[in-house]
């Protein structure tokens, strides 16, 4: 068997699929190009991609008829066309789960980066700014009875939500499902259609995944619909959020604030963003612990063994 890995994975991975077969890993460590992506997989019965690797149906004839399961590390899938790996009857899995906490913790890290404005504080002291305490210096807003809006209350969604009750917010929500019963009861969540959320909510989460339903969901019109006391936070996919239409709203006050770890065109910012103080901008860092990592990238190496022995996967995308 022959399974092509597009970027290094940490030792206990590789381990795990050196037991399942013949494992190539790119040696260029980075997102591979269309045509390189091609060109290493041809032979493949298994890939594990990731974030970036655009995996279609192109990708699956480059591989040959051999090709059985493309396990991506990462909960997020929107690099892979999966109808047409699917239809191909080629299993599609991702890494649900281990890295709930981990993505939680970064979005209510950027949650109070933003509100108390913590990347401001650390750029003034860093570029030898004079300052000196005083009650009024570099005031920001406290978390303790405001509303948290989720959009997307799914895993990570909860998880986030968990944390802000611990701080003494109040939980809204809205997405394409109602989350259930037991899950609003004991997040005491309420669920609004979306322009309430986005008028009442002081601070916004974005939760869900990234789809053609969901691409510049935060627009010009829904952040004009935001209190210019609110803030900002996405940790799901950049395209969710309409990022020149953010640089503006956070350019004239349209709302207070954002934390951003994902972008619309990344490694790129819109350079409108890079010149805000208010905006804490971090480089798509929301699963990334050591122990994240690790489990999902294991994750995946037990998904591609599994499907490559015959079994079933355990996270499969799509069944
Ligand atoms: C995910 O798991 O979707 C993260 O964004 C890492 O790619």
Redesign the pocket.
Known sequence: MRIVVTRNLPEPALELLRSAGDVRVSRQDRALEPAELRAAVVGADGIVA??GDRVDAEVAEAAGPGLRVVANV???YDNLDVPALTGRGITVTN?PGV?TEATADLAFALLLMATRRLGEGERLIRSGTPWSFHLGFMLGTGLQGRTLGIIGLGGIGRAVARRARAFGMRIAYSGRRRAPAEVEAELDAEYLPQAELLAEADAISLHCPLTERTRHLIDAAALAVMKPSAVLINTSRGPVVDEAALAEALRTGGIAAAGLD?FEREPAVHPGLLELDNAVLIP?L??ATVETRTA?AVLAARNVAAVLSGNEPLTPVGA
């Open positions: 990731m974030l990462a909960v997020g890494t890295l994902v798509h929301g699963s999902m």
